[in-house]
């Protein structure tokens, strides 16, 4: 059985066992399409990076970090927040190389981030995919944070109510995988950009005050590219930012 699904199995103090250790500061990008990114990418966005920003691919490789990070849905990923997070987070990093590890798939209700449930629309398993993703990433350095935004697919009023008990249990799970039970988790509200939207940032600030070592970041005066549901590539360029202010806050604690 490979080492990942063991992660899935068993304990979590089984699981990582004999994880070796590196200096690669590492990121996990968590959620749908808004995580994901759907801005255009244009030549400015796509010669966006830095020699110590690092990606995981599809085919677990590291690489220089470019837009499209994600993988999701190649005919329609373009520029999210992830990478301006990175950049972000190399300020004063002292020459730490960063590794960021997509794991968004777009679409994506929470209830398809839990062991063995497939995502039909793309032929994937996003929780179990993710914990793969993480476990590999694991043997090149410390996992130090989660990025996390989803709800537009939760956001009618009856999965809204649901939405921070599911989430509080996902970020137990992505803990008991890491092995770290105070790992950072930010998360992104929604788009102010449909009344149902609000449904779920409502209920965000339940999770800071029930999860500790959680932080909601605002998405506040934040532009979509047009569709009334997904940030534009200035925006979430921004978004980035503030995820990154965010993650900040919470590892200074």
Known sequence: MKF????????CHAALAQLPDSGMHIYILMGQSNMAGRGQVTEAYRSMGHEHLLML???????????????????VAGVGPGLSFGLSMLEGSDGTTIGLVPCAVGGTAIRKWAP?????VTGTFPYNDAVMRIMEAMKHGEIKGVLWHQGEADS???????YVARLATLIERIRCVVGNPELPFVIGELG???AQFGNINAVLPEVQQRVPHTVVVSSA???HNGDGTHLDSESATL???RYAEG????QKK
């Open 156 to 162: 009618n009023p009856e999965a809204a109510k649901l």
């Open 4 to 11: 990942w699904l063991l992660a899935l199995l068993l304990p």
């Open 57 to 75: 691919t599809q085919d677990l490789q590291w690489v220089p970090a470019r837009h499209p990070l994600h993988f999701d849905k190649p005919q």
């Open 239 to 241: 978004f980035g930012q």
């Open 192 to 194: 102010p950009y449909k």
């Open 247 to 250: 993650m900040r806050q919470l």
């Open 116 to 120: 063995g449930v497939p995502d039909s």
């Open 221 to 223: 005066d934040l532009v």
